[in-house]
């Protein structure tokens, strides 16, 4: 397993600045010593004096071996770089050193920073500070200080703004700056908060720039090429469009350029539509010109083979090397309905009308898809990207940009992978509980049970991960294309339901029926109307009308008896939404019911959802209702059930508090990284002794059975020191599965039963073909509900936390939820309120009732144990013993694996044993 210092040595990753600029970060190295007097020469006198505390002319060869050649324990040192290979140059550093003395607690470093003049005030200190902290907290290091003059404002500004709580004082005009370096609450929002600005401020500039060039323009109607030029065109851009290629003088009607360099004037944006081999020069050339971003329509790379892969990269380092953004490549390109900039640079034929809809495909094809339907629907869009391979701009960057895009009220997502889930679970929900975002996500059918070793592990997959981070998020998961649209129309257009109880008026029975069984298990409610509503109903409906929920007003009714009872059914203080449900009649013409439908709502509260079905092939046009928009039509009530409740799931989660997680003190964390690193050190991976596993579950406070083990020969001495009744456990090197074998005797409540035990368990032990190494002694847990709690790590999206019933039997019940780390408590009584067998905690048919709080607790607590240590790559608590309420919950059986971080889960290790008391 690789030392902590080895992982910084390697630390590499890119980040966005808050004027939407990239940069790379990385540790400093060896071969460093030139780019650092190079980066020095940068500096101005003034930036010299602030870091040097005086004049300084150069740096002495004595100070760059210093300043490079670090241990990265007690000296660390990250740059933030633009350009790559020979081209690399340094634009910032920072560092620290451990001060002098402080091996006892709490351990201090001095940090210091040095920012070219020309960088200074892009946030570059900021990001250097985040990840200098974020070492030191890994390192040991408790507490930061820094020596700055009172006159650097700007440094003194960076550390004022950095969310920590800085301690000063001032002495002969220099400013001692003392701050811990544990992330606070408000440390991580200003982190977050900074990098959404920054990722929202990149992606407008992709979204508003000026001025367009086509790299790769054509002359031949319907090439690509060709197509973006005359979208551009025809959409109205507001600024100017350079159509660039060498073999034309004019393109649709626009002067051609034979190179970028040739425009002669400012790019805000290129778009690439050449060959493969072509596009690093073009994109290159884009960087020379100072362009902001780039869309590269050009396909052939990392989806479509390994050496288009090593292609992307280097786009991809090409473009933060230059502080540009990418969208792409192979991708449609991107959208903007703003009437002020009205940009369609995509290569889809026409543009969708503006309205209010943010939408990101993954896939080309089915980007194309969502404006062909946004059109047919006559949903209205704010922007478009499509974001193809994401080799640099991903989902994480849209969000940041739509959470504060005021003409963006819906998000829709059609997504294919994952690139940095983690991220997407910080984002996602401050997004949601503004916003609402719907996705379809591509891949379920595809995914089979991974191997694993665990029961957590066996009940995991990837399209479980992606369910637990939309549950987590607030984000609602379509399962089609159509799908995505209902929901979509009802939420662009309609308020979020206050409730679940839902009314429907209608014309027909039959459908009435139908969304009421399809409604049933959805959490939707058919509350009955108030007396006095039903009393008005009955006053000119047919007396054949049935006035129970949902409401017949038989065919006979027309558009006049649906706007009356939309409007009193609506205003029913009974009823959250309607629904109003049309099958045509030769008495009655759709359209004429769809504008009754939008007068009737536009007489009730505007904060509740009213929703039309129209069972018919013909085409309906959506009626818009005074005060509350259109009123969104469907085929059929199937689709109106499906997205009404999407809508009150959504609703009732922006409702709910946001949740607390277990933290756990410094003490205990202390006590954790001691145990992992210890384990690491003397094996790599593996799964952990049972001394290690109870030490571990200790520090998090985990309530265990009482266990010793003891060999053969000690284990009556062992057994009168933890008292009786007890259980018995062989530990046999190759048992794993110890039930399989005898290996488990229950019920032991004397010294004789003990002996008995041991001598029985080393005879099976013999035909089982292994040898008794010694004795796990347990006290016995009476009664008690069998639960499991564990975790596994899915690859892409980390550790994910399980909790589930059935013990022994949980992989046949497969009752289990998960949730991504961290888990808060109402994550926990969600994963648990979700669980078919639930009831068990209320007390089952006379059965005594569980601690569900416990059970919330320990879900708490060991999210805080894998948070602590990531090394962890499986962990299971199985059974979990849920005692009455006031009593507890009692782990019985533990294992737990680490791993080296950023290593794959083997497959291949081997199977724990599980050996639950009764």
Known sequence: MPTFATELREFHADRILRDGGSIRLRAIRADD????????????????YFRFFGAKKRLSEEELRRFTELDFVDRVGFVATLGSGAREKIIGVGRYAVVSGAAASPRRAEVAFAISDAHQ?????????????????????????ADVLGENNRMLEVFAKSGFVVKRSVGAGVVHLSFSTAETERSAEVALERERAAAAHSI???????????????????????????????????????????????????????????????????????????????????????????????????????????????????????GMRLVGPNCLGILNTDPEIALNATFAPGTPPIGNLGALSQSGALGLALLDLARERGLGVSSFVSVGNKADVSGNDLLCYWLEDPRTAVVLLYLESFGNPRKFARLAPELARRKPIVAVKAGRSAVGRRAASSHSGALASLDVAVDALFEQAGVIRADTTEQLFDVAALLATQPLPPGPRVAVVTNAGGPGILFADAAEGRGL?????????????????????????????????????????????????NVDALVAINVPTPQA??????RAIARGAAAIDARKPVLSVFVTSQHVAPADAERRGRIPVYRFPENAVLSLAAAERYASWRRRPRGEVWQLDRTAHSAIRAVVDRAAAQGGSGWLSARDVAMLLLASGVDTAAAEQAAAADAVATAERLGYPLVAKAVASGVLHKSDVGGVILGLRSARDVAEAV?????????????????????????????????????????????????????????????????????????????????LLEGFRGAPPGDREALVELVRRVSALVEAAPEIAELDLNPVLVLEPGR???????????????????????????????
């Open 525 to 573: 409610e058919f509350p009955s109307l108030a007396a006095p509503t039903v009393e008005r109903l009955r006053g000119f409906l047919p007396r054949h009308a049935s006035l129970a929920n949902p409401i017949d007003m038989i065919a006979s009714a027309g558009p006049e008896e649906y706007a009356r009872a939309i409007e009193l059914v609506g205003a029913d203080p």
């Open 33 to 48: 010593k030139q780019r650092l007097l190079d980066h020095f020469a940068s500096l101005s006198a003034s930036s010299v």
């Open 759 to 839: 001598r029985s368990l080393e005879e099976r032990m013999t035909r089982a073909g292994a040898r008794l190494e010694g004795v796990l002694l347990q006290r016995e847990v009476r009664g008690g509900i069998e639960a499991l709690v564990g975790v596994t790590v899915e690859p892409t999206f980390g550790p994910l936390v399980a909790c589930g019933f059935g013990g022994r039997l949980v992989e046949v019940v497969n009752d289990v939820a998960f949730r991504l780390t961290p888990v808060s408590d109402v994550d926990a009584r969600e994963m648990i309120d979700g669980l078919r067998l639930r009831r």
């Open 888 to 918: 507890g919950a009692v782990v019985v059986d533990a294992r737990i694996r680490i791993a080296a971080q950023g290593a794959e889960v083997s497959p291949a290790a081997p199977r724990p044993s599980r050996d639950p008391q009764p």
């Open 204 to 322: 407008a500039r992709l979204l508003r720039p000026r001025s367009v060039a086509v790299v790769g323009a054509s002359r031949r109607p319907g090439s690509i090429g060709h197509t973006l030029v005359a979208n551009l065109r025809q959409g109205g851009f507001r600024g100017a469009i350079y159509p660039v290629n060498p073999q034309a003088r004019e393109i649709d009607g626009l002067r051609c350029h034979p190179s970028l360099a040739a425009i002669g004037a400012a790019v805000d944006l290129v778009v690439v539509a050449v060959p493969p081999p072509a596009v690093a020069a073009a994109v290159g050339a884009a960087a020379q010109a100072g362009a902001a971003g780039v869309v590269v329509i050009s396909a052939g790379f990392a989806e479509a083979s390994s050496e288009g892969r090593d292609a992307q990269q280097q786009l991809r380092e090409l473009v933060r090397g230059t």
């Open 121 to 145: 005030g892009r946030g570059v200190g900021t990001v250097l500070l985040e990840e200098l902290a974020r070492a030191a907290r890994r390192g040991g290091i408790e507490e930061f200080e």
């Open 589 to 594: 013409a759709p359209n004429d019911v769809a």
